[in-house]
């Protein structure tokens, strides 16, 4: 069973009342349990509308070989409800919060997620999205950085995805992207330290 397969999500209105940022110990949950040979942080079940993703058998229907790194434009609460409203069109698989470092996943991994605009990029990809504004470097954490590194380690680790630039891309770097997450303040050095570190 995948690490990311519970189907026992926290309540909305747990996750509503806890405020923007949202943590593990704040909403009263157990990590979910890590894949035999994974090294995956604790991640919590928020399912995304199904209408906002993909049904797939990844890796089996498509080979994952990248990550792909986004910043909300939104706070974790309010990126959480587009993930949740059939009409958006539009999720990841993972999102974490700004003060704590908490992770919420929104589709499984062997589904699509639509998060790069490009459908080839869909298929081939994990995609994780982080509280903030790319104008705001403030939001940029050192516990967000820490667990999205650990949690893109794991991820690499899990389906053999170089720990590279060039596997692990921005969101601006997808082809056709009309998107500049996550941004100039996003310290790359840093991130893949960390991710390589992990």
Known sequence: MEAHDTDTPPTRRGLLRSGVGLGAAALGLAPATAAAGTTYPPTHWIPASSSNYTASSRPTAYPIDLVVIHVT???FQDAMRIFQDPARKVSAHYMLASADGYIGQFVRE???AWHAG?????????GIEHEGWVDKPEYFTDVMYRQSARLTAAICTR????????????HYEVPGSTHTDPGRHWDWDRYMALVNAA
């Open 118 to 126: 490009n459908w080839t990029y869909n298929t081939r990809s994990i």
């Open 73 to 75: 434009q939104e706070t």
């Open 159 to 170: 389906y053999g995805i170089p720990r590279t630039r060039s596997r692990i891309i921005g």
């Open 110 to 112: 062997k589904d699509i």
